[in-house]
């Protein structure tokens, strides 16, 4: 299993910033990549982000050239820079694990709310 603790979450103005921290522990060897999703209220879970085991990473266009991925392998931490935040930015933002079995985890998830 593979427990996942989020943090950073939290109000902010349109054009701030915020950097999400997402803690793995447990059956971390298993992890083959992580990444942030989102939902914002009435809409479906969208992909933020991802970032593989060898470092490869993959964006939304809609956060393409303001949010960037990485992570500390030492920490076993992947954070979420998110810079120029929009409003239509708010989602509650979720970290994934996606293990090598193919089986997902989920953090509690994280609220993130851009006002105009």
């Known amino acids: 299993q593979v427990q996942l603790v989020e943090s950073g979450g939290g109000l902010v103005q349109a054009g701030g910033s915020l950097r999400l921290s997402c803690a793995a522990s447990?059956?971390?060897?298993?992890?083959?990549?992580m990444g942030w999703y989102r939902q914002a209220p009435g809409k479906q879970r969208e992909l933020v982000a991802t970032?593989?085991?060898?470092?490869?990473?993959n964006y939304a266009d809609s956060v393409k050239g303001r949010f960037t991925i990485s992570r500390d392998g030492a920490k076993n931490t992947v954070y979420l820079q998110m810079n120029s935040l929009k409003p239509e930015d708010t989602a509650v933002y979720y970290c994934?694990?996606?293990?090598?079995?193919?089986?997902?985890?989920w953090g509690q998830g994280t609220q993130v709310t851009v006002s105009s």
């Open positions: 994934n694990a996606h293990l090598v079995y193919g089986i997902n985890y």
């Open positions: 970032i593989t085991r060898g470092g490869t990473t």
């Open positions: 447990g059956s971390i060897f298993s992890i083959n990549a």
